[in-house]
């Protein structure tokens, strides 16, 4: 887990359920099923798999630097990202080259998995109303539905009563902003 935005992840995440959809995908429930994953991984063992910081927006929470990849904003990772993710139209994005899942781990395609079993028939409305239920969209400040509010994997735990988690999150990201210091 590194301590900063793992766009590598990211993509191969992004593909493994776009693959799992084996059809176009809305791009909001895309950021969605993303989002939900790291929210479930993040709740039961204090880690993530996009290592995103996400916001609450008005149609909920998203990961926001791949929200800022999927409408074009990251000049760094957008080229990569095209070649093998592309727009469809209709706000839809589809598989184009499977870039494997070297990156991820098996907890991360179980996490992937769980949540595509759970949500991938939903529609992109019925996943979006889902994500309003959650704590950590409902306790952001009403400025969401006009703008983005950010918010933070110490927020998520702490509104959805995981305090205990807190430690064990911090010293994941301790341990990897180390070894980012180390191995750059």
Not at 90 to 106: A, H, R, W
Not at 107 to 136: C, I, M
Request: charge should be negative.
């Amino acid at each position: 887990m590194l301590a900063h935005f793992d766009f590598p992840k990211t993509l191969q995440a992004s593909a493994y359920l776009l693959k799992k959809a084996n059809a176009p995908m809305k791009y909001l429930k895309l950021l969605k099923l993303l989002y939900l994953a790291d929210r479930e991984m993040l709740l039961n063992h204090g880690l993530v798999i996009t290592c995103d910081n996400y916001c609450a927006m008005k149609h909920g929470p998203v990961p926001s630097h791949t929200y800022d990849i999927i409408m074009g904003r990251d000049p760094v990772n957008c080229p990569e990202w095209n070649h093998f993710i592309q727009p469809t139209g209709n706000k839809c994005v589809e598989l184009i080259i499977d870039p494997g899942i070297e990156e991820l781990s098996e907890a991360d395609t179980d996490y992937l998995d769980d949540v595509f079993n759970k949500y991938g028939s939903w529609d992109v409305w019925q996943v979006r109303d889902f994500t309003h239920t959650l704590p950590e969209w409902i306790n952001r400040p009403e400025e969401k539905n006009t703008s983005s509010v950010p918010f933070t994997p110490i927020d998520i735990l702490r509104e959805n009563g995981c305090e205990d988690v807190i430690p064990v999150y911090q010293e994941h990201i301790d341990i990897a902003r180390e070894l980012d210091l180390l191995f750059g």
